[in-house]
């Protein structure tokens, strides 16, 4: 098993920034990839980021160069660096972690609420 702990949200005026990290432990072993999904209210969940052990990214195209995905590879730890924000990016933001190419993970969630 993998525990996932997020933190960083929080509230943040238009164009502001934040910082969201996620934490995995417990059996970390075989990690392939860890990265950031959100979920608006009445949508479905959606991919923000993600980060493969090649240091392989993907983006989604509504957060490209504003939002940049790192990763603690010695300490399982994966960031995003959120810049520019706009109100479409509020969203319950929920870190994933995928293991040996299969399993996958899910952290409870951390609300970004980027306000008017």
């Known amino acids: 098993q993998v525990q996932l702990v997020e933190s960083g949200g929080g509230v943040v005026q238009v164009g502001g920034s934040l910082r969201l990290s996620c934490a995995a432990s417990?059996?970390?072993?075989?990690?392939?990839?860890m990265g950031w999904y959100r979920q608006a209210p009445g949508k479905q969940r959606e991919l923000v980021a993600t980060r493969a052990n090649s240091g392989d990214t993907t983006y989604a195209d509504s957060v490209k160069g504003r939002f940049t995905i790192s990763r603690d590879n010695f300490k399982d730890i994966v960031s995003l660096q959120m810049n520019s924000l706009k109100p479409e990016d509020t969203a319950v933001y929920y870190c994933?972690?995928?293991?040996?190419?299969?399993?996958?993970?899910w952290g409870q969630g951390t609300q970004v609420t980027v306000s008017s």
């Open positions: 417990g059996n970390t072993f075989g990690i392939t990839l």
């Open positions: 994933k972690v995928r293991k040996l190419s299969r399993y996958e993970y």
